[in-house]
């Protein structure tokens, strides 16, 4: 414990607390503000207690010491988390970190071979990326477990059993109130430059933002990038179809052929250029980690059939009775409700149109605008209120795993907001048969929600955010103490930012926005356009947002976009119907049947069903990695299969050593 | 090798040769009759070579030595492989056998941990089964490679390199011609009783089929009896629509939707009950081994990119070139013979008919039928023809692997057979528009097929076995020699018996059955219980089949039916399109829509969509795997990942106590 004067510390504000000759400050804990000081102690211990005895052995020290609170009158409890060079490698080797190795294949990082990985030396800090650091301190700090305690000091009520993550229990009784990885200021500057401030035309760093926010983040970017990029062919040849009003009907034919096409291909290729991402970045081949319960699962206390563990069980039947008996008439009902708005919505387009006949002023010819654009609000807020009563619901369903609770929640939320959405746009054109309502309503809603979700999203917290920012500063230069507050003031600043709370509706608006594009494609082509042109600046927004609104989010490996791509390929099986149906209905295609409208549909359909199996033999036939990442994965498949023969081999040989010739094998135990 | 006489030696012919007490003949080699004496010895020093020096380690000796050969004037060089017990248990290890252990787990059974499986006792031989003893030793045999040896003794032409499996190669130059198990008489006995050879209505002893034959074929035969029973209610609810001649438009539209539900449901339990019987039998959790090439694979020498060995390459791209500049075409070319041959047929049709309605005695009566049995039996040559070219393009296309050279075959023997099958019908039902005559084709085309198939795939070859049995055992008893020839006896037999091809073309039947019954059920809806009739012989010429005519084949471990679930899933989707547009011609329902047959049409696409969607949904929501087996796959996971946890705690415990205080790790080689 004895204070150490160091000359190249990075953390100068306690420097009388620091007894590491090296600390960096990885994340931060805050507790609450009336948090028992025994509590404080036991959580303090806990963290920096050895890993034999159950410890997490991190670094943990205050943010500011008891002297400089009092100086500044501050009341609140926060700690800085971090750890040293080694106690990194080992989290490394425990969370199943991927990396290259000097001979290029990919591998599971472990200490004893450290010295084979691309980039390792012993007095080598940058071996892992602030955010790898980040990941594993939180993993090292969720599997800190409960060993005799049955409840948190201090907190009677605040129940543990053995095997129970700390962490989790803390936060959920609200003693922790949030923990938090910190920006590295210095890296950010570096990330932006390379990513959104400078106005030219080029690919984004998503190797950078891969190693700043983790692959989840960076996988979305990159699917970003390239579905837009997939959308500029769709929206060139889109372009002189408006423009020249082109409405032959072999024309029509060859757009929407090429749109279902081309859909289906961009999907395939992108599970083959997100393969080739997550090979590099070692996420295809990570192991995965065994989950455990999300933090609000509860249950009653019983023994797991699967760890074997006494843990809270929740039967499955009674979460089925919830899901079908509340859940899924619910969601009926919003659905609707979800109906009857449109209709509404209906009777009021009908209500300008007279009026706009009635006194065809300009003022009129305005009005007839104004309902579609109600609508568009009307929808984001309901989809917006679905959402939270989604929340709601899908949490009160009580699902064990986080992965099975998103599973339900993105279901839910997909069929509601595809309906909201959509619907208004499938009874305009299947029951009104009106194409031009159609064009024009698609054009409102596609534009209307896309500018809402960029001020919702991106512009109003940035205006917020840099608002706070400037009283935080005003309040930090205001301090009469002498010192290098620049860690204080960060920390301050960075735990007031909102939570970003993963990539969800960022997914979900470019899910509608792909639905507006492909469902209708052939009725207003230019809807291509228009969402090339908003996914180039939603770029910018979403990297704005990442980078200056919200909290650094911890980095989390992922290997693909997950449940995101089955959404997807469904939207482009859903539009493959709806296009030949528009086209069969279409007056073009039906003046070239004049007499039989049966044929006409018994074509359309065959033609549909034609494009639906080409859809999947294509699916079928791409495979969905490539070439050489196959081989790779097969290499490092056969060498772990070699490895546990070379095991046996050598077992067998000393077995058979002993072996008496009668081939009866030797008794005893 | 001092001759030990015992009394309970299991073979008597040769016993001064045997230096084990206890050989238990497993599997049968027969080299070539003019085999080289050098190449002899050499295989011989390589089989019974310790594990170490690089030999399988097994025992090995010929059925008859010098004296008897003389004696008997036998050519044949027949040897006989066995191993020891401690032998077998270690194989099983290296194989990955998983058994279940005395706590009710299934787990990969090690040499370490035999005593914790239940069944095991030192002093126990049943612990293997013989099946499972005869799929090691046959791993084993195939496993022993190449050293330095550049060629096979004796035949300089025979190249090997090292790593190259010597059994194969020796398999290829035909200097091994055949290498196959034993059957176990009594086993046999015993088996046949509970299973085909007594008359009464019981399930089939699927977990005895399994031990004597393995789990593909024991798997074949579940499913066949699933498939039955499934196909039952089809039957059942079909009896009255053919009694009574139901032909409302409701009633045809019930059944119709059932039956579609139907098969989805059928195929998704099977898959779950598939799980649970591969479960039990430890091959759900059985590890993938490495795939080696083929034998037929040939190729250029070079370094293989995922092994790092020394073995043929054959470029990818010259695989694509014949696949689609030769084995394309030629797919086409048979689809376009095929559809030529039925065109004839319907010429021949027109032409029964039309000499009928001119002299309309009871002769030309039965001259109707006359067309469509040659038909059918014109498609089963076709099919049979088309098999061996498919065969020969495939083994062309020079798959590395037996699985990609499976799927291949597969699919283009499936896409042959579908269309040679089942165009004509389709040509009849939206073509010619003839219900009737539909009816009439499939009842002919159905019975048929079946019972060309039940002769040709069991009675011929069984009877056929029988007139070779007499043969041999005259000749046996013609012998002049005193001892106990039963080996010898059932050597010969086995080794002339006809070597069974796997269950391709059992599955196959089963496929192109269950085209016959889903496909056009509502028109014909007695087509399940004719297949219901048919499987239930079926079961028992297939059980004949393998027991008594075919030689025993080695047991190959499997976790599902693979690539025919997909076949299977395929149809049925496939019969949905059919079944909703028959319904939607037929003369009943059109009645329902006297003036707009445009409606028609729609309501039949609607209609078909929902189905189809409700497919998917249903798929989709069943889950594959029943909720006790996820329970336990999801244990033994944990538990390896529990295991891993472990030792990384265990290291960073060692590592973190050598840690200095400073964080820095200590440098150093």
């Known amino acids: ?107 599971a990082f472990t200490y004893d071979t450290r010295r084979s990985f691309r980039g390792f030396h012993d007095d080598n800090d940058d071996f892992l990326t602030m955010a790898e650091c980040q990941f594993i301190v939180k993993h090292e700090l969720e599997n800190l477990r409960a060993r005799e305690e049955r409840m948190i000091p201090g907190y009677p009520h605040a129940k543990l059993y053995p095997g129970k993550s700390i962490l989790r229990r803390l936060l959920t009784s609200g003693i922790v109130l949030q923990v938090f990885p910190l920006h590295d200021h210095e890296a950010l500057r570096k990330l932006e430059d390379a990513w959104y401030t400078r106005f030219s035309l080029h690919y984004q760093p998503i190797d950078s933002i891969r190693s700043y926010f983790g692959e989840t983040i960076a996988l979305y970017f990159g699917f970003l990038e390239y579905f837009t990029f997939a959308l500029i062919p769709m929206a060139i040849i889109g372009l002189p179809y408006y423009l020249f009003v082109w409405e032959d009907y072999d024309k029509y034919v060859v757009f929407a052929s090429f749109n279902l096409t081309w859909s289906t291909v961009i999907l395939e290729v992108w599970k083959r250029s997100c393969a080739d991402m997550t090979y590099r970045w070692g996420t295809l081949v990570m192991k995965r980690q065994f989950e455990e319960p999300r933090p609000g699962f509860h249950g009653v206390l019983g023994v797991n059939p699967v760890t074997g563990r006494e843990e809270p069980l929740y039967p499955s039947y009674k979460r089925q009775l919830r899901i079908y008996l509340v859940s899924l008439p619910f969601v009926c009902l919003c659905l609707y409700f979800s109906l009857y708005i449109m209709m509404i919505y209906f009777d009021l387009e009908d209500w300008a149109l007279s009026v706009h006949q009635e006194s065809g002023t300009e003022w009129t010819g305005v009005l007839l605008y104004v309902p579609s654009v109600i609508y568009a609000i009307v929808i984001e807020i309901m989809n917006r209120l679905y959402r939270c009563a989604a929340e709601f619901l899908t949490a009160w369903e009580n699902h064990r795993l986080e992965s099975a609770y998103q599973n339900h929640l993105v279901l839910k939320v997909l069929v509601f907001n595809f309906l909201n959405c959509f619907a208004s746009l499938f009874y305009i054109a299947f029951v009104l ?157 039906n003046a070239v049947f004049p007499e039989s409208k049966t044929e006409l549909v018994l074509i359309v359909v065959a033609v549909e069903h034609a494009l639906l199996a080409l859809k999947f033999i294509l699916a079928f036939a791409i495979p969905d990695k490539p070439r050489h990442i196959q081989v790779k994965l097969a290499r490092l498949e056969f060498e772990s299969l070699e490895a546990l023969k070379q095991q046996h081999m050598k077992l067998a040989a000393e077995s058979l050593k002993e072996e008496p010739r009668g081939g009866k094998t030797e008794t005893g135990a």
């Open 433 to 589: 048969k009106d194409m031009k309502l159609l064009g024009q309503s698609l054009a409102t809603l596609l534009i209307t929600s896309q500018v809402i979700n960029q001020i919702l999203e991106s512009l109003l917290p940035y205006w917020l955010q840099k608002k706070h920012s400037m009283k935080v500063k005003r309040k930090v230069q205001a301090l009469k103490v002498d010192m290098d507050a620049s860690l204080y003031k960060q920390v301050l600043l960075e735990k007031e930012m909102g939570t970003y709370l993963g990539t969800f509706d960022d997914y979900l608006e470019l899910f509608l926005q792909f639905g507006y594009v492909s469902l209708f494609s052939c009725v207003y082509p230019l809807a291509a356009a228009f969402a090339v042109l908003n996914n180039f600046t939603e770029v910018s927004s979403d990297a704005l947002k990442m980078c200056r609104v919200f909290k650094r989010p911890f980095s989390e490996p992922s290997a693909s976009i997950g449940v995101w791509q089955l959404a997807f390929e469904t939207m482009s099986v859903i539009s493959v119907v709806t296009n030949c149906a528009l086209i069969g209905m279409s007056p073009q295609v």
């Open 1 to 107: 414990m004895e204070p150490v004067s160091s000359s190249s510390m990075k953390v100068t504000l306690s420097a009388v607390d620091t007894y590491e000759t090296s600390f960096t400050p990885l994340v931060v804990i805050e507790l609450a503000q009336d948090v028992k000081e025994e509590t404080k102690e036991w959580l303090k211990s806990r963290i920096v207690a050895k890993k034999k005895d159950g410890g997490a052995q991190l670094l943990f020290r205050p943010l500011l010491n008891k002297q400089e609170k009092e100086t500044l009158g501050n009341k609140e409890n926060l700690y800085l988390v971090g750890a040293s060079g080694l106690r990194l490698l080992l989290g490394a080797e425990a969370v199943g970190l991927v990396r290259e190795c000097t001979d290029g294949t990919m591998r």
